[in-house]
């Protein structure tokens, strides 16, 4: 079994900032990609960013030179750093975890999600 906890989570206003943390524990041989995902009320799940285990990014379109994703490896941890937050982010965002659990089988875990809430 692999956990994640996340953390970070809640109300700003626009313009503001807020760092998301998501911690994996558990029977992990290793992590390949690490990266976060947000949902809007009636809105279909959207990749945020992404970071692999060497350190290439990915961003949503909608999120590029606001947000800045990171990880640390000897931790587990991958992080989301949200600059100048905008009405638009509001939703409830979701870390997922990709790797391997010792014996070799693979995992894809997805956290219990933390809400963000920027006001106008």
């Known amino acids: 079994q692999v956990q994640l906890v996340e953390s970070g989570g809640g109300l700003v206003q626009a313009g503001g900032s807020l760092r998301l943390s998501c911690a994996a524990s558990?029977?992990?041989?290793?992590?390949?990609?690490m990266g976060w995902y947000r949902q809007a009320p009636g809105k279909q799940r959207e990749l945020v960013a992404f970071?692999?285990?060497?350190?290439?990014?990915n961003y949503g379109d909608s999120v590029k030179g606001r947000f800045t994703i990171s990880r640390d490896n000897a931790k587990n941890t991958v992080y989301l750093q949200m600059n100048s937050l905008k009405p638009e982010d509001t939703a409830v965002y979701y870390c997922?975890?990709?790797?391997?659990?010792?014996?070799?089988?693979?995992?894809?875990?997805w956290g219990q999600g933390t809400q963000v809430t920027v006001s106008s």
């Open positions: 558990g029977s992990i041989s290793g992590i390949n990609i």
């Open positions: 997922n975890v990709q790797g391997s659990r010792f014996l070799g089988r693979l995992f894809n875990s």
């Open positions: 970071i692999s285990d060497g350190g290439t990014t």
